[in-house]
């Protein structure tokens, strides 16, 4: 089992930044692909972000890439999501998501894909 912990979130102005972390704890000697997804009100949760488990290769949703960046430490079990030039739209709950994985390089995109996540950490980004 593994257990996933978000902070990091908050009010912030549009055009502002914020730095999401993920805290993993339990079985974390086996490799894992991370990922951050979002929930928003009355919509569906969506991929926003993922990570292979090498940290080697990443891969974002179209409405982020170029503003926000996944990266991971893995000596301290934790997944980072740096957020900048902040919309309203991205105004949501974000919720960090792994799953043990053989494929080093691989990034999954799909939230059937992942076995774990977290609670969530609201985000909400003013006009």
């Known amino acids: 089992q593994v257990q996933l912990v978000e902070s990091g979130g908050g009010l912030v102005q549009a055009g502002g930044s914020l730095r999401l972390s993920c805290v993993a704890s339990g079985r974390t000697s086996s490799s894992y692909g991370m990922g951050w997804f979002r929930r928003a009100p009355g919509q569906e949760r969506e991929f926003v972000a993922g990570i292979s488990w090498s940290g080697n290769n990443t891969d974002y949703t179209d409405s982020v890439k170029g503003r926000f960046t996944i990266s991971r430490d893995s000596a301290k079990n934790t997944v980072y999501l740096e957020m900048n030039s902040l919309k309203p739209e991205d105004t949501a709950v974000y919720l960090c998501?792994?799953?043990?994985?053989?494929?080093?390089?691989?990034?999954?995109?799909?939230?059937?894909?992942?076995?774990?996540w977290g609670r969530g950490t609201q985000v909400t980004v003013s006009s």
């Open positions: 998501a792994a799953r043990h994985t053989y494929n080093e390089n691989y990034v999954y995109r799909r939230s059937s894909e992942y076995t774990y």
